[in-house]
């Protein structure tokens, strides 16, 4: 197990989300919704939003596996938003419905990867790379 996520990189108050909600860009997807705004605080925040799941330890594996993926995806809330290397923050939940079923991990990168057109930070950084060769 490598580094745990640091509380003050996820939304926890109420008020957080609703504002997320009420002033953010969507991206919809199937079994899920992208919702992200900017924030003031200089780094992304991750908020997870699971409903449709009647079991509690679906709901709870889901968020599980979305966490794990953005502790190694920190850059995750700025890809979805377009604006890598902005040195504002970006607040970011994801919202999912009944039809989220992911099987693990690769699912969650293959679901993502299609919201930001990469395949993770990984292949951002290779691709920064190369273009910049270019």
């Known amino acids: ?64 596996l979305l966490k794990e993926y953005y502790r190694h995806n920190r850059a995750l809330p700025s890809l979805v938003a377009k604006q890598a290397g902005s040195c504002r923050g970006v607040d970011l939940v994801i919202a999912t419905n009944q039809n989220f079923r992911p099987r693990g991990l690769a699912d969650i990168q293959a679901i993502l990867a299609r919201h930001t057109g990469r395949s993770g930070v990984v292949a951002r950084e290779a691709h920064d790379a190369t273009t910049a060769t270019d």
């Open 1 to 64: 197990m490598g580094q745990p996520l640091p509380k003050d990189s996820l939304l926890s108050k109420t008020w957080q989300y609703q504002a997320v909600y009420r002033h953010g860009r969507r991206q919809w997807g199937k079994g899920l919704t992208l919702i992200y705004v900017d924030n003031d605080q200089g780094q992304d925040r991750l908020g997870i939003s699971v409903s449709g799941q009647k079991l509690a330890v679906r709901r709870n594996r889901i968020k599980r």
